[in-house]
């Protein structure tokens, strides 16, 4: 250690405090904060490496209370993981950025973070200052970022024709657990996207795509719903479970005689006037559920509850109904069904009520769990992937490789320019780096080198997670990327017998992977930019 | 005979004077100059810091960490408040204070140790300072400010010297550009809170954008929010401080109900109050309704109906922002509610950014007022961002205000050092050895840009000395080339007010510190945290 904080002898011999505290204080300096820094990143990195690709391993985390979580999906396994070094924590932040923003490729972003700076570390053994190196890397990702441009190449995004959106949701559905139902699920979230998106502002809502999960049954199971499934029941249960042509009213008022907000006290004194106040309280209770009758709803979708006596009332009237609905499930379904959202009975009017074709209750098994199926509403644009599988994890796992594969394909969406993947990109690009570097002059010529040699970390690991030689194969196809000029050849992950990746339908988004340089390369210099660390003792 | 010992103080009380006490602060502010030396320059380093509570600051701006840094030493807080000062005044150049300060002490300790009187120290570096601040007024160079091409160049050239310290300095060219384009939207008085900046992580460094007009995240909405229209043009705007909720209109009133059929009065007396607030709202022809208390759903919903966008729980710095910017005032009740209380922009938006929605006002009439969202990967990397960003803006700010510059990366400070030394051969006295060694002092801004490239500080430092010397006055360090040249030719350039700031603070707090000769301070009233065991080493380790 390079030393305690800045405890200083003066000449007479007396120590003085400068900060507080400072014993308590731990001080990285220099050299050693580098490599203290680029061992945690690398530390963080191994974790994910064997993650990366189709025939990627997945994680098991046990979170403090005992709740399972079985998943491939980087940014999840590093939030789940709760690091404490401060570095690690920026990768962590690092994946989920990427997640935030593009939705998948989080794993690789890490793994490239990590190699960078494996990279760095040589060099700052060679004594080459930090920054330069961080320089380095600057220029080289720029190289790697027009290389990309130049080799992307445009997408047909047709409503009319989704079979190429599902091979390319095939891809990053492929290195996750469902990979078993693997087309299925694709199109599923092709459907789910091309229902919702918007093509003339290129924009995809995701509000209106809602995932929803149960355990129980198969993963085959799993539906598209062009409509809301909400997990809620009728109130009464010999309410009538299928409604036929359906006008709901979306009601955010409970179904009880509305009380003043102020505070208030009423004093019942005699017999008569509580017998006065029942009356007033069955009269107002028939009257709500008569006005709703009255404008021509069959069914009521009720933010807040009702108590029994209101459903006692509702059941008579044959009026079915649907309670403590959350606010989100409401705004749903009032723009699925083309209805308003009424807070109170006097605003109900006819052109207020929602239209679906059905309404339907699901049971599931020999579970009483039952849940609701909006479908064939007026407006098709709210869509739900209704999820079955075996077990908690796997519903959960399911969900966050379904909301990867629906991002890819928003992102398509956004941007119709795509690269090949399976490490043709990197490959290509770690090529073009390096034929770049030999043409600087200054000290940047090694870091752009050592860029080139980390953008073979993501082929090199996922030949070696599939179970190829890894630097055999990554020398196979590096030599025929040059000699054929062709810069679609990646690693064969399945073991097809080609490397063409435009062949395999390997496709990745070009937005995702320039995301991924970019992220990476600022993060690596934000860490080498460090040569001073100050945390309290007990922080490690 | 015994004398009984006198006690004047409480026991416990840490008394120190004299020379050694002189020494000794001397030393502390020498360490605090430390902690922040390889900071300095487009080649300095950042520093983690992380406090107790385990929350993590990365950041190369001297005053955020010795802010951070939580120094208790009395002489050594000097230091940290002109860092501040600096920060406050000027917003740049608080390392090169500090460092400049800790220099200059250190240059004056032999001298304390060999009994110079403090006062005469004191009396030769101010006048030392008034004459390199008259000589930076008298060498700086003015840019004519009626060109409007050369004063964006001016603007951008010292926005990107600012910035290319910093850890945006890959992107400075980009960035320098967006702040030069954000002041430039601002009006005469440049008010720093017109300018907002927003943090939305994801996406890359080159993905924030100026947003010109005001925008501000989507705040917490209620059902029938998504059924309201997310774009307007040509909007009014109404800005409110009322609660659009039903609720009880007085706290603590009680109502005392003594029929049943006034029940349903007083409801719906409640419910008449909330739909007359929101008719006269609707009447007044506002589109877009703001405001800093909580919009209900009911109101939501309402306005939904109405074709009306509606947003609460706006921040008061957003909204006030909003109202300079679109007009109108923020109205505490509807009541008497007109068209000239309500505000107008050209277009009402909400966009996506990132995994985020912003609503964003843009051609706002009234002032001129703009916003910058920052993308980043990590959250310690916008905020560091944020700073730079700032920084760059103050320089910008201050340079618009005052368009005279000076040559930045050392160039100014040696040519300082080569003017005190030729003058301190025309004084006769003690004065000139001090004026001397303050010029040898003001190498240490070059030195340390030096020193943090890695690169042979005393060599560079012969050659520049070499040029000054010869009349070259704009020559620094090239941090690039490893060699040194004319940087006022280089477009290293930065706002003259920045240097003389620096230097006055710098001289001011020496003297300060000189002229302290004694600290009594009183015992800790919880007790405890003596002065740590002896044995440890020296702790100021240079890097590397």
Redesign the interface.
Known sequence: M???????????G??????????NKT?L???E?HKSHILAAKSIANVLKTSLGPKGLDKMLVGPDGDLTITNDGATILSQMDVEH??A??MV??S??????IGDGTTGVVVLAGALLEQAEQLLDRGI????I??GY?IAAKVAVETLDKISERFEVDLKKPEPLIRLAMTTLGSKIINRCHRQMAEIAVNAILAVADLDRK?VDF?LIKVEGKVGGKLEDTMLVKGVVIDKDMSHPQMPKVVKDAKMAIL?CPFE???????????VTSVE?YH??RE?EISKFESMVQSVKDKGANLVIC?WGFDDEANHLLLQKQLPAVRWVG??E??LI??ATGG?????FEELTPEKLGHAGIVRELTFGTTKERMLVIEECKNSRAVTIFIRGGNKMIVEEAKRSLHDALCVIRNLVRDDRVVFGGGAPEIACSLAVASAADEISTLEQYAVRSFSEALESIPLALAENSGHAPIHTLAEVKSRHVKEKNPRLGIDCLHRGSNDMKEQHVIETLMAK??QL??AT??V??IL????????SD?F | MMQPPIILLKEGTDTSQGTPQIISNVNACQAIADAVRTTLGPRGMDKLIVETGGKATISNDGATILKTLDIVHPAAKTLVDIAKSQDAEVGDGTTSVVLLAGEFLKEAKPYIEEHVHPQIIIRAFRKAGCLMVQKIKEISVKIKKDDPNELRVLLENCAATSLSSKLVAAQKDFFSKMVVDAVMILDELLPLNMIGIKKVQGGALEDSMLVDGVAFKKTFSYAGFEMQSKKYSNPKIALLNIELELKAEKENAEVRVNTVQEYQSIVDAEWTILYDKLDTLYKSGAKVVLSKLPIGDVATQYFADRDMFCAGRVPDEDLRRTMKACGGSIQTTVQGLSAGSLGTADLFEEVQVGGERYNVFKGCPQAKTCTIILRGGAEQFMEETERSLHDAIMIVRRAMKNDAVVAGGGAIEMELSRYLRDLSQTIAGKEQLLITALGKALEVIPRQLCDNAGFDATNILNKLRQKHAEGGTWFGVNIMTEDICDNFQAFVWEPSVVKINAITAAIESTCLILSVDETIRNPRAEGGGGPPGAGRGRGRGRPM
């Open positions: 390079a030393g305690t904080g800045s405890i200083a002898f003066d000449e007479y007396r120590p003085f405090i400068i900060v507080r505290d400072q014993e001080r300096t220099g050299i904060a401060q570095i924590k920026l932040q690092l989920r950025s990427q997640d935030d923003e200052h930090p920054i330069r961080a320089d600057e924009d509000e955010t005689p509305p009380k003043p907000k102020t505070k208030h006290k009423l004093d006037d006065k106040l007033y933010q606010g989100p409401i705004e009032a723009i308003r959202i009424v807070p109170r320039k995301q970019l992220l600022q993060l210099r934000m930019k460090i040569d001073d660390v100050r945390v309290p922080g």
